[in-house]
């Protein structure tokens, strides 16, 4: 061949189709194997009393037999018999190949397996008729190969490279699990003031007086009993029960005030507008991780959608009801709408903020104390459990001065992007881990 040193041979020079078949024995328990697809190695399917397989005659496997899925070699049918599978059996639909270990190891043919020398002799010949391949078909298909000693240093090259990979991998993983709670730091240490320490020092002014969060509660007050009244944006609700000190999870800072979420806004409030205005809709709220909702967006009258589906608005926050104990709660702020309205799944808790930074409380919904407290009141049987609304009204919320909340969304936002970037880096690093191990293939064979 053209490989230097290396020839090319015809597979019948290193293996042996071998016939074992065997009457199955009625009292006896059998072992049968399963070849998995795509090359992934043999495995155990079941065991099996010989009263309960019907086919009397079947074939009796080895360790360290090449076994061929007459049906299934096209797909990656074909691996070694592993030890522990010694003795089990496989139908006449397999095909059963001794190793001559004089002239070649197992070692080195499974990593022959794992490059697809083998696999686009099989892809190329099935263009006929025949889905299956017949046994002599296999032997006739070619392989490099060299001496023993060749192939050992080989085997332990790949091995080598193998372990590597393994670590790294490993490595790669912890990382961005690293990455993912150090998202959730940040997100918990922003709604308790710890990012904008320097920040609150610079700024007096803007967290006092006036701008104390306890008059921004007072300003939402009055202007969510007008909205009340003049737009029928909701029912009256009801007051929120007063927190207690036992009840605050931690202290905040100076400015700060606590409030219940429902003090922060409207939730689930009612769209009143024009029936002719055209709204988004969205059958299925598809949400995104970002700020902004991506939904299957149809542009619909509002006389069309207004029954029956959760509204919102431009800049209302949203959570998904089903899912908020899980790590990729869905949570967004709506953005984008067309002409700012729109309507879809009832699976929504929406909150229209009332002067708060709608960005502030997104930062809000997504810690994961928030979302453990909510998994916590879940009701409803298993697999289809909802937050019920009492938890986004009553769930204490740390409201930071008007001009904080905006410095804490930019913080955040920049650290989120920071790690976005590392996590990208990550994926890319384990991309390239995937392709040194082919090249080493490659190399290996490329003499």
């Known amino acids: 061949g053209k490989m230097g040193e290396w020839k090319t041979v015809k597979l019948s020079e290193v293996l042996r189709h071998r016939k074992c078949n065997i009457q199955i024995n009625n009292d006896e328990e059998y072992s049968l194997c399963r070849v998995q697809l795509h090359r ?40 070694f018999i592993p030890d522990h599978l010694e003795s089990a059996i496989v139908s006449s639909h397999y095909y059963l190949y001794e ?70 991998g490993v490595e790669l993983n912890t990382q961005l699990k690293y990455l993912s709670q150090l998202r959730q ?84 409030p009612r769209n009143y507008i024009d029936d002719d205005l ?13 700020y902004g909702i991506r939904p299957m967006c149809e542009t619909k009258k509002w006389r069309n959608v207004k029954k029956g589906f959760t509204h919102f608005a431009e800049n209302d926050v949203a959570i998904a009801k089903i899912t908020p104990c899980f790590e990729n709660s869905k949570a967004c702020v709506f953005e984008g709408l067309i002409n700012g309205y729109g309507a879809g799944t009832t699976e929504l808790h929406v909150l229209r903020p009332i002067i708060i930074n709608e960005k502030y409380i997104y930062i809000f919904v997504k810690t994961s104390s928030f979302l453990a407290d909510g998994e916590k009141k879940m009701t409803g049987v298993c697999g289809q459990k909802r937050v019920p609304v009492d938890y986004f009204l009553n769930a204490l919320f740390p409201l930071a001065p008007l001009a904080e909340q905006q410095a804490i969304v930019e913080r955040v936002d920049k650290l989120m992007s920071m790690i976005d970037e590392l996590e990208k880096q990550v994926s890319e690093r384990k991309e390239q881990l995937e392709m040194l191990m082919q090249s080493v293939l490659k190399e290996a064979f490329a003499r």
Not at 213 to 219: H, M, N, Q, R, Y
Not at 231 to 250: D, G, M, N, Q, V
Not at 278 to 290: G, W
């Open 40 to 79: 992934r190695g043999v495995v155990l399917r079941e065991k099996k009393m010989g009263s309960q397989i019907k086919t009397k005659k079947q074939q009796v496997c080895r360790a360290g037999d090449l076994v061929v899925a007459e049906m299934d070699a096209k797909f990656g049918g074909y691996g």
């Open 99 to 168: 190793l001559d270990k004089n002239k070649i190891t197992q070692e080195y043919f499974e990593i022959l397996i794992k490059t697809d020398f083998i696999q686009n002799q099989i892809e190329a010949k099935g263009s006929t008729n025949y889905s299956s391949i017949r046994a002599w078909e296999f032997l006739d298909y070619e392989i490099p190969l060299q001496s023993i000693a060749l192939q050992n240093s080989i085997t332990a090259k790949y091995v080598k490279h193998s372990r590597f990979k393994e670590d790294l």
């Open 185 to 268: 730091r940040i997100l918990q240490e922003a709604v308790e003031g710890k990012l904008t320490d320097e920040w609150r020092d610079k700024h007096p002014d803007l967290i006092s007086g006036e701008n104390h969060a306890s008059k921004l509660l007072e300003k939402i007050k009055t202007e969510k009993e007008r909205l009340t009244k003049n737009t029928k944006i909701t029912k009256k609700a009801k007051a929120l029960p007063p927190i207690s000190e036992e009840e605050k999870p931690f202290d905040v800072p100076v400015g700060w005030a606590w409030c219940r979420l429902g003090d922060s806004g409207v939730v689930n």
């Open 278 to 290: 055209e709204v988004s809709f969205s059958p299925m709220a598809l949400i995104s991780e970002k």
